[in-house]
């Protein structure tokens, strides 16, 4: 069965700081990866996502992933945070050989930024 | 505006009796899901449909029912038999089930058994 490890449980960082979080899947078939993030008090939200192609990935608000199938990894960056990023980050992985499969979630990464 | 809804946003029952969730959306989206969100835990698959009349279970479905009977409706029924019943359940729609097909979530029903 699929799995989503998602290392880190709580980060805390400065504003300007650098930002990477970390995603590791278990499958060894084609997947499609997901970052989700949901700010305090709002809905889950697409962040990026990964189909094919560059493994280097741009989504909103300035975050970035990079698929590196060698280590069913998928990183989340982001160069400078602000205390508007603070928020619960997920990471999501369904297989693309398979039709009709649902996302498996990470347990989250809260994010804490300090002004 | 087309999005998800779901209601109640707070809701509370007395161990031991049924409750159902509603979940409407009017994004024409075929596949539809149901997630448990605990703290530490992340999102957990309860139930999903990738069509009408149609569903699967997820990780951990026992203790929950859900029927399809229409396209825009999914409501899940957390039954007596669910131990851990106090929860936040996210409803999410997707245009289909699977592949490169990303979520649309809605804003999630908070319930209390006590």
């Known amino acids: 069965a699929q799995s989503v490890s998602q290392h880190n449980h709580h980060v805390i960082l400065s504003e300007a700081a650098s930002l990477e979080l970390g995603c590791n899947y278990s499958?060894?078939?084609?997947?499609?990866l997901f970052w989700y993030v949901q700010y305090p008090g709002q809905h889950l939200q697409l962040l990026l996502k990964y189909f094919s192609g560059d493994p280097l990935v741009k989504g909103i608000k300035g975050f970035e992933a990079e698929f590196i199938k060698s280590k069913f990894s998928f990183n989340l960056r982001k160069p400078s945070v602000q205390w508007s990023d603070t928020a619960e980050y997920f990471c999501a992985v369904n297989s693309d050989n398979q039709a009709g499969t649902a996302l498996i979630f990470g347990k989250g990464t809260t994010l804490s930024v300090s002004s | 505006d087309g999005g998800i809804t779901q209601s109640p946003k707070y809701l509370f029952r007395k161990e031991g009796q049924n409750v159902t969730l509603s979940c409407e959306q009017n994004l024409n989206h075929d596949a539809m899901y149901w997630y448990r969100q605990d703290p530490g835990q992340g999102l957990r698959l309860i139930y999903y449909?990738?069509?009408?009349?149609?569903?699967q279970k997820g990780d951990i479905a026992e203790g929950y029912s859900v029927s399809r009977e229409k396209k825009e409706s999914f409501p899940l029924t957390v039954t007596s038999a669910q131990k851990n019943p106090t929860a936040f359940y996210l409803c999410?729609?997707?245009?289909?089930?699977?592949?490169?097909?990303?979520?649309?979530f809605g804003n999630g029903t908070r319930l209390t058994v006590t």
């Open positions: 449909s990738q069509i009408v009349n149609d569903f």
């Open positions: 999410a729609s997707s245009p289909w089930a699977g592949g490169n097909s990303p979520l649309h």
């Open positions: 499958y060894g078939g084609t997947v499609n």
